[in-house]
């Protein structure tokens, strides 16, 4: 995802203080906060939903996850090594033969 959770609060406390002291000026310190601290909510929702929405337009398609890959070699890893020799050996011809039909 495009950014860090610093950026979703850093924007929100920049939405609490403008909220804070505007509100400061009509109403007492306590509606100020109330409000402030709902202004900082809807600020954070609305820093992550600009976070997803920039993650998704940069999203390429071509190159797979990393981590989702990293996860998938660790289980395949762990399944080969419970398999014997010979099992092994026939798992790795047919992924031969998968790879070789997919590039034809």
């Known amino acids: 995802m495009a950014g860090t959770w610093k950026f979703n609060v850093s924007f929100a406390?920049?939405?609490?203080?403008?909220?804070?002291?505007s509100s400061l000026l009509q109403n007492?310190?306590?509606t100020s906060t109330i409000r402030a601290f709902i202004t900082f909510i809807v600020f954070f929702v609305f820093a992550f939903?600009?976070?997803?929405?920039?993650?998704?337009?940069?999203?390429?398609?071509?190159t797979p996850n990393a981590?989702?890959?990293?996860?998938n070699d660790?289980?395949?890893e762990q399944m080969m090594e419970?398999?014997?020799?010979?099992?092994?050996?026939?798992?790795?011809?047919?992924?031969r033969?998968?790879?070789?039909?997919?590039e034809k």
């Open 13 to 21: 406390l920049f939405g609490c203080m403008i909220a804070f002291f």
């Open 28 to 30: 007492s310190i306590w």
């Open 49 to 62: 939903m600009i976070r997803w929405m920039v993650a998704f337009i940069q999203r390429d398609e071509s």
């Open 67 to 71: 981590s989702f890959t990293q996860t």
């Open 74 to 76: 660790i289980e395949v």
């Open 82 to 95: 419970s398999l014997s020799e010979e099992e092994q050996q026939k798992v790795a011809e047919y992924i």
């Open 97 to 102: 033969q998968l790879l070789n039909h997919e």
